[in-house]
């Protein structure tokens, strides 16, 4: 009763003076309710920010809600400016985004942008209205804030809030600043800091530690990152909520400290086990420990971020359950929606189906049908990961009546492969919401373990957001995207991308695009699989070609930074994809015992590793030393940015420890990932062979090239965060050196 009573006064509280806070000197990140004023004044600021100062040419107006709900916006033109109107923040900045578009050419992007507005803004003739029919437009992985997001400050935030409202996204995941929430809750229960320094991970493995799959890995997390951390939630949420935005908070899924089992140790408590990491403690739901410390969670979150009553829970992410009894897993769901719903009777369950096809033998209709049947429809969202590839709602009758969002994945590790399921994308968003057996479809998600890459693919995705519920014209978006992203229309560069989107977007091969032989641990086999995985799903020469269309423009748009960018791209994947060719020629002088061959092939690769590493250093989107610098920054002295670089380097390397199965699973491309990581391995790997010569032993090799990749997370050698060489040069010799045999079968 207790508990109850303490999150009746919370929640009560909250929603009396909800009012009361807005204006007031209370703290900003509890607020969730904004003034017409307040939220016209959050978007002008957001106009200022992504038009350098032009919001004194744009009138904004906060429109009255539609009937249905419906999310829409309007522009027009009134006494010589832009009227930008909307039902909340998201939707007059996606007013502002549609504008932008159609009318000046812009284009916002992650990697090469194109946002130089003309002096005096086009007028529109009649009036632009839009409505989405997608109540929700989801955004962010659990992954994510880890592959790309560990390093980032308030300033790279609120440029990706930016952007997330100027493509109507309104519903973003929002699980920074956890750890300070926890070592409240623990403290609460008797736990020291001592207690908790085996249970929290290291800064770029927070979202695994999250999802109860790892403790204390690269750890331990300085008390001075959590306080970091919980100042840049408070702003990231007052930033989204202040725009008219849903951000889902974590809720308790029953992960606890191995100190809280010790304490307690008759407490019900069963060992789970990810990939090779050590055993974790998970709580059995019918504890009322289970309870106690789920509402003890949800009220000290509130009571420091707020609520928008959304949360995340994923209770068996890449686990499977004790049992697949029915009984017992909807117990397990009664009781996680209970810990949220006794403190906040508003709330809502937001699941990720991934479990559905990541343990899809073990969840059949009786298994899934329990878990979700526990929650009432309306307190229950469950996303769709991994909808352009493997839907799961078709599968599991539309999740038996819970209302569910048609997410794309895409992308797994941050690898930036050329990759995407481009048809799928631009179609079946559409036809779930027309389909009659889709059930409660409510929006549209995108749920990328990684960004900062491939950007066109994740444009065409928000193209659905405000098409009406219509399919994306995919030549109608390439014609589109090109003339804007370049600054002119180009035929030649339409048919390029038309051709890379024949190709490198219809993946229905692998998981997230093929890696490259470069980046795998050195062998003579075509495809190791696992972690690296070559297998292509198009015809290396096809894409050679629309590479050589996209070439053909490298004078006419050279002075586009998108083009510069997509260039370097393209390029980049022509010339990992050629690397298999030379491997399996080495592969070949080897097994016929052709030394003299086999040095000059090896020789050869070595130097198109060597090549790769200069193209990338054109752009700063491929700098290793950007996310390395970028983690030291972070550190409040010498200490902690020694261990925040070492987290950095073990993500993209082993991963985890020395024997790790993940090993190059979050492998980059990236200038000085190739100069200083993947050729000195392949070095080893030819020194090896030829010490060895006739009886190389690739399993003994193994052993050494461990020994290397875990001598270099320790490393400390300094990696450039600027550029270096013009992209158009560096691509122009590539292309005399590499042309003739990359379009050769």
Request: net charge negative; glycine share 6%.
């Amino acid at each position: 009763m207790v508990w109850i009573s303490r999150a009746a006064i919370i929640f009560t509280t909250l929603t009396l003076v909800a009012s009361a806070l807005v204006g007031c000197g209370t703290d900003k990140a509890t607020q969730t309710v904004f003034t017409e004023k307040e939220q016209v004044n959050a978007v002008k600021g957001l106009i200022d920010r992504v038009t350098s100062g032009r919001s004194a040419d744009f009138i904004v107006r906060l429109l009255p809600e539609r009937q249905d709900s419906l999310d829409y916006f309007e522009f027009s033109a009134e006494n010589g400016k832009i009227v930008l109107g909307g039902n909340n923040g998201v939707s007059i900045a996606s007013a502002l985004g549609q504008y932008l578009r159609d009318f000046c050419g812009f284009h916002l992007s992650w990697c090469g942008s194109n946002t130089v507005l003309p002096e005096s803004l086009p007028l529109p003739e009649e009036k632009v209205t839009k409505t989405s029919p997608y109540k929700w437009r989801y955004y962010l992985n659990y992954c994510t804030f880890n592959y790309s997001m560990s390093w980032w400050d308030f300033d790279r935030w609120q440029k990706e809030i930016d952007w997330m409202a100027l493509n109507g996204i309104n519903m973003p995941l929002a699980i920074t600043g956890q750890n300070s929430i926890w070592r409240r809750v623990y403290h609460k229960l008797g736990l020291t800091d001592k207690d908790l320094e085996s249970f929290f991970s290291g800064p770029a493995y927070f979202n695994w530690f999250w999802m109860g799959n790892l403790d204390g890995w690269c750890g331990p997390l300085p008390q001075s990152f959590m306080e970091k951390h919980e100042k840049l939630q408070k702003q990231i949420l007052y930033r989204e909520r202040s725009l008219g935005m849903t951000p889902i908070l974590p809720s308790f899924t029953g992960h606890v400290p191995p100190a809280l089992i010790e304490k307690f140790p008759d407490v019900k408590a069963k060992n789970t086990q990810w990939v090779n990491f050590p055993k974790t403690y998970v709580l059995d739901p019918s504890e009322e420990m289970f309870s106690e410390i789920g509402k003890l969670f949800l009220e000290t979150q509130t009571e420091i971020y707020g609520t928008n009553h959304y949360y995340t829970a994923d209770t068996f992410n890449e686990n499977v359950p004790p049992t697949d009894d029915p009984e017992y897993l909807k117990g397990v769901s009664a009781k996680v929606y209970q810990a949220m719903s006794d403190v906040d009777p508003e709330a809502v369950w937001v699941m990720q189906g991934w479990m559905f096809y990541h343990e899809r033998d073990f969840w059949h209709d009786p298994q899934i049908q329990a878990l979700l049947s526990a929650v009432p429809d309306d307190k229950m969202l469950i996303l769709d990961l991994w909808s352009e590839r493997y839907p799961i709602w078709n599968r599991t009758h539309a999740y038996y009546g819970k209302p569910w969002l048609w997410c794309m994945l895409h992308n797994f590790g941050q690898n930036i492969t050329l990759s995407g399921n481009a048809t799928s994308v631009a179609n079946d968003p559409a036809a779930a919401l027309a389909d009659p057996t889709s059930g409660r479809m409510s929006g549209i998600g995108l749920t990328p373990e990684g960004i900062g890459h491939t950007p066109i693919i994740y444009a065409l995705m928000l193209e659905n957001v405000w098409n009406e519920g219509r399919p994306v014209d995919i030549h109608s978006f390439i014609k589109n995207y090109t003339t804007n992203r370049y600054g002119k229309f180009s035929p030649a560069a339409v048919e390029a991308w038309k051709g890379i989107f024949a190709t490198a977007f219809e993946n229905n091969v692998n998981n997230g695009g093929h890696e490259s032989i470069i980046s795998g641990r050195p062998t003579f086999v075509e495809n190791p699989k696992g972690c690296t995985n070559t297998n292509k799903c198009y015809d290396r020469v096809d894409l050679v070609k629309a590479w050589e269309t996209l070439y053909s423009c490298i004078d006419e748009l050279s002075g586009s930074d998108g083009y510069r960018y997509d260039i370097v791209d393209i390029t980049r994947q022509v010339l990992a994809d050629y690397a298999s060719v030379i491997q399996q020629k080495f592969a070949a002088d080897y097994k016929k015992g052709d030394m003299e061959a086999f040095k000059a092939h090896a020789e050869a690769f070595d130097a198109l590793i060597s090549d790769m590493d200069t193209l990338l250093a054109t752009r700063k989107e491929f700098l290793l030393g950007v996310w390395l610098e970028s983690a030291k920054a972070m550190g409040a002295n010498a200490e902690e940015s020694a261990l925040y670089e070492k987290n950095a380097r073990n993500l993209l390397g082993t991963w985890g420890n020395k024997d790790c199965k993940l090993f190059d699973y979050a492998c980059k491309q990236w200038s000085g990932m190739m100069d200083g990581y993947y050729r000195q391995r392949w070095g080893l790997f030819f020194e090896d062979v030829l010490a060895n010569w006739g009886h190389f032993d690739q399993n003994e090799f193994a052993q050494k090239c461990k020994d290397y990749e875990w001598n270099w997370i320790s490393d400390t050698t300094y990696f450039p965060t600027e550029k270096s060489g013009d992209e158009i040069e560096v691509v122009k010799k590539l292309w005399n050196k590499y042309n003739a045999d990359l379009s050769h079968e």
